[in-house]
């Protein structure tokens, strides 16, 4: 019996997700609730990245925001056109700083390997570094300066490589786990409330790194107008068929337009939740993951087994991060633009984890779960707010003092409702909706 209960409550859980998107969209509107969804399916991906590293590993990763941007610039990169004027003026300065610093990183690995005990390592490893890092920026300097010169207000910046943006998923995955495996050698041998905090101030380089590079991001200025995987709504509104099919569907074209790209949105997001839960659950249950399992319960008793616990730690920290950074892609996808100084650790960092622990940390349906739940708590909170505290006033004149401020602190809701939730599943079920067996 309990077998089976256990069996339906993920069943149930999920109806009632879905009751809740239907209602949206039958109270409110289903352009709205179709917005919801694909964000929730883009939450669920990025649950799914910190599930692997924390509810495989016990790995805690603060600095979620920082992968999530990495994500988020490859669309940037992989789907703009290349400013040819800005090439022009510093690309070759960009290349060749670049390769002298791959060659000062090279010769200080190569000091510090073949040197090992020799009294001038250190000073030889320096002088390396200090040499290359002013050789570097002898290049690099003037080459941001003609770049960024190069009509500011439309440009600016080099550009990318003109692809479709479907591709920086996968180049978003890839630029974020080549990060995480940097910041791995790093800071994975550390303890975990230390790792947390290389995590957090890490991912705060990279995100200041992406507000003040104009040359590569256009920093604080955005881009926008990025390519979309999905028709533009304007261009279905012009085609017959489209007008035909909307007016069999009781719809105008305008109105019509914008739940079909929504739903295209939905079906690309959904196939990419499903491919990555698919595999997720396939590593969970495959000898590796029981391992993984393993070495997050006992790390001593698992290494004193013959397991290389740093280097599957390494493993998962890369895989989960390539997660995040497939998310961040997607979700900069969805915008249309990328924005840096929108990457907070309130969105990008709390909000995920806490859909991790709501939905149930070590399980991947759990993972999905939370990150559809919160997502949506997350957006429906202020009207939900708005509507209990008109409620509570309706019986109060208009112009009472009281009434203004309880329907202006409506706005609030939302952060309270985080908490509020996160309580109660804390108090209720401590292990997450959807348990780890």
Known sequence: MSQMN?????????????????????????????????????????????????????????????FAALGGVTGVLISTPPVMTAWQAGGNGIIISFFIALATILAAIFVVKRMAGNRLKRPLFIAVIVAGYFLARYFFDPAVENIEAVEPAKTGYLGGFGLPIIFSWIAGGLLAAGAAWVVGKIALGLRSDYLAIATLGISEIIVAALKNEDWLTRGVKNVSGLPRPVPYEIDLQQTVWFQEWAAILGATPVEFSSIFVKLCYGGLFAVVLLAVLWLSERALNSP????????????????????????RHLQVFILGSAVIGIAGAMLTTLDGQFTPSSYQPLRFTFIIWVMVIVGGSGNNWGAVLGGFVIWFFWIEAEPMGLWLMDLITAGMADDSGLRKHLLNSAAHMRLMTMGLILLLVLRFSPRGLIPEK
């Open 288 to 311: 590796w993951g029981r391992m993984m399992r393993a070495i997050r319960d006992n790390e001593v008793s698992a290494e004193a087994m013959g397991k290389d616990v740093t280097g």
């Open 6 to 66: 256990g069996r339906l409550r993920p069943i149930l859980m999920f109806a009632a997700m879905a009751a809740a998107l239907a209602t949206v969209g039958i109270v409110q509107s289903w352009s709205l609730s179709l917005a919801i969804l694909n964000l929730c399916l883009i939450s669920a991906v990025m649950s799914l990245g910190v599930n692997i590293q924390w509810g495989y590993a016990g790995l805690f990763n603060v600095g979620v925001m920082g």
